[in-house]
């Protein structure tokens, strides 16, 4: 039979690097997004074509609407694993920071996601195991200066993961959290090329971490090799946070 994921955010650089990594490990994929169409077209087409006996569908949502788990979970039927890598950066103050960016920031990254894995949990529950992965930070461990809320919204999904995992247990929900450090994608592109060289200095491992090494790490903890992990935060970050 055939494994289904839903990855949220999957038309981001480490969305879509998890979508591809999943497909070859043989998951058909739900594949929500909600900006860069182009860039879920061409992802699904390339799947499609390298993975011909698997399903992939789109699924178009913006998860700052106020019925956006509601319009996900009705497009979802069979359902094994749950990934949550949606997201989006605020580079702000904290005084600069406007309530509406507060709320964009919680409903992407916390809320929504939480209400869809509420509504999908019993989807979940029909195997014998199944996975919530959601993508936290290394901020949301450390904190980062110009970025707490930002760092409040990943903190509250790391939290939300180790007490989610004691109450899912006993259904054979694993439930875990990925939290990479300097990743070389969009988000990082405010950054100027001293800047990024001086936050790579401090890295021991002297380079930012690529998208599909987050990929690999999600994939094994879907793997069936993992299985008695869970209620973790995993960090992925070259040694820069230990």
């Given at each position: 039979?055939?494994?289904?994921?839903?990855?949220?955010?999957?038309?981001?650089?480490?969305?879509?690097?998890?979508?591809?990594?999943?497909?070859?490990?043989?998951?058909?994929?739900?594949?929500?997004?909600?900006?860069?169409?182009?860039?879920?077209?061409?992802?699904?087409?390339?799947?499609?074509?390298?993975?011909?006996?698997?399903e992939?569908?789109?699924?178009?949502?913006?998860?700052?609407?106020?019925?956006?788990?509601?319009?996900?979970?009705?497009?979802?039927?069979?359902?094994?694993?749950?990934?949550?890598?949606?997201g989006?950066?605020?580079?702000?103050?904290?005084?600069?920071?406007?309530?509406?960016?507060?709320?964009?920031?919680?409903?992407?990254?916390?809320?929504?996601?939480?209400?869809?894995?509420?509504?999908?949990?019993?989807?979940?529950?029909?195997?014998e195991?199944?996975?919530?992965?959601?993508?936290?930070?290394?901020?949301?461990?450390?904190?980062?200066?110009?970025?707490?809320?930002?760092?409040?919204?990943?903190?509250?999904?790391?939290?939300?993961?180790?007490?989610?995992?004691?109450?899912?247990?006993?259904?054979?929900?694993?439930?875990?959290?990925?939290?990479?450090?300097?990743?070389?994608?969009?988000?990082?592109?405010?950054?100027?090329?001293?800047?990024?060289?001086?936050?790579?200095?401090?890295?021991?491992?002297?380079r930012?971490?690529?998208?599909?090494?987050?990929?690999?790490?999600?994939?094994?903890?879907?793997?069936?090799?993992?299985?008695?992990?869970?209620?973790?935060?995993?960090?992925?970050?070259?040694?820069?946070?230990?």
């Amino acid at each position: 039979m055939k494994k289904f994921a839903l990855v949220l955010g999957a038309s981001g650089s480490i969305g879509s690097a998890i979508c591809r990594e999943l497909a070859d490990n043989g998951w058909s994929l739900y594949m929500q997004y909600n900006h860069s169409s182009d860039m879920i077209k061409n992802l699904t087409k390339d799947l499609i074509n390298a993975y011909p006996e698997q399903e992939f569908m789109t699924i178009h949502a913006d998860l700052t609407a106020e019925f956006a788990a509601k319009t996900i979970a009705q497009s979802v039927f069979s359902l094994e694993a749950i990934v949550v890598a949606s997201g989006q950066a605020l580079y702000k103050l904290v005084e600069d920071t406007t309530s509406e960016d507060m709320n964009a920031l919680w409903k992407v990254h916390v809320q929504t996601p939480i209400q869809l894995i509420s509504l999908l949990s019993p989807k979940l529950r029909q195997h014998e195991v199944s996975y919530i992965t959601m993508i936290g930070s290394i901020w949301g461990e450390a904190g980062g200066a110009g970025e707490t809320l930002y760092s409040t919204v990943k903190g509250a999904i790391h939290s939300f993961v180790k007490a989610y995992a004691q109450e899912a247990s006993y259904n054979g929900i694993r439930v875990n959290a990925v939290a990479p450090g300097l990743i070389d994608t969009k988000m990082n592109g405010h950054l100027n090329d001293e800047e990024m060289s001086s936050l790579v200095s401090e890295i021991p491992l002297e380079r930012a971490g690529k998208p599909e090494e987050v990929a690999y790490l999600v994939a094994f903890l879907q793997s069936g090799k993992a299985d008695y992990i869970t209620g973790q935060i995993l960090r992925i970050n070259g040694g820069w946070y230990i």
